[in-house]
């Protein structure tokens, strides 16, 4: 688990279902990692989706695609499925991170992110945009290309694309 942090130390997690963890992930998780001394990048079971791929698998694809992260040693990968409020309070996170790619994934955001407020008045959301080359790229779209075969090299991790293709039954 994650140990406990000093004072000075700024820790902030970045939660979500990761279904799968893609580029844009990927590239919000390094700018987070610049940020904040530590990141905890955790993965949601949520019961209330029916994800593409299980949690066990999630947890995996995302603790190999950190690894390859600049700042590695500074991020850890957890499971969670307690509410987000609840793990920020127990792993002494000072923030929650969260992507905002348009307009339309702000209302929902603005409205977690007050919430989260209310549960855990001490820790503040910080929303980040990701590069622009990710703007577009959402888990779902990954998963409705490689669903009908479409060509997902360049947007996702290795592993996830290897993860696609032996569940779908494509070639590598």
Same mark, same amino acid.
């Given at each position: 688990?994650?140990?406990?942090r000093?004072?000075?130390q700024?820790?902030?997690? =970045?939660p979500?279902t &990761? ?9 919000l998780i390094?700018?987070a990692?610049?940020?904040?001394d530590e990141?905890v990048?955790?993965?949601s079971?949520?019961?209330g989706?029916?994800? &593409?791929f ?9 603790? *190999?695609a ?6 590695a040693?500074h991020?850890?990968v957890? %499971? &969670?499925?307690?509410l987000t409020a609840?793990?920020?309070? $127990?792993?002494? *996170?000072?923030?929650i991170v969260? %992507?905002l790619?348009a307009?339309s994934d702000?209302e =929902?955001e &603005?409205q977690?992110a007050?919430?989260?407020r209310k549960?855990?008045? $001490?820790? $503040?959301?910080?929303f980040l945009?990701p590069?622009?080359?990710?703007? =577009?790229l959402?888990?779902t ?8 075969g479409?060509e997902?090299?360049g947007l996702v991790p290795a592993g996830?694309k290897r *993860?696609?293709a ?7």
């Amino acid at each position: 688990m994650v140990t406990k942090r000093t004072r000075t130390q700024k820790r902030a997690i =970045y939660p979500g279902t &990761f279904d799968p963890v893609t580029n844009g992930h990927l590239s919000l998780i390094e700018r987070a990692s610049r940020i904040f001394d530590e990141l905890v990048v955790a993965v949601s079971i949520n019961a209330g989706k029916s994800p &593409f791929f299980e949690f066990e698998e999630r947890l995996k694809l995302m603790t *190999a695609a950190v690894k390859k992260q600049p700042r590695a040693d500074h991020i850890k990968v957890v %499971g &969670f499925e307690s509410l987000t409020a609840e793990l920020a309070r $127990e792993i002494n *996170a000072t923030a929650i991170v969260r %992507g905002l790619r348009a307009v339309s994934d702000f209302e =929902y955001e &603005f409205q977690m992110a007050l919430m989260n407020r209310k549960l855990a008045r $001490e820790v $503040e959301t910080v929303f980040l945009m990701p590069s622009l080359s990710w703007v =577009y790229l959402s888990s779902t779209i990954v998963k409705d290309v490689a669903s009908n075969g479409g060509e997902i090299n360049g947007l996702v991790p290795a592993g996830v694309k290897r *993860a696609f293709a032996r569940k779908l039954g494509l070639k590598k």
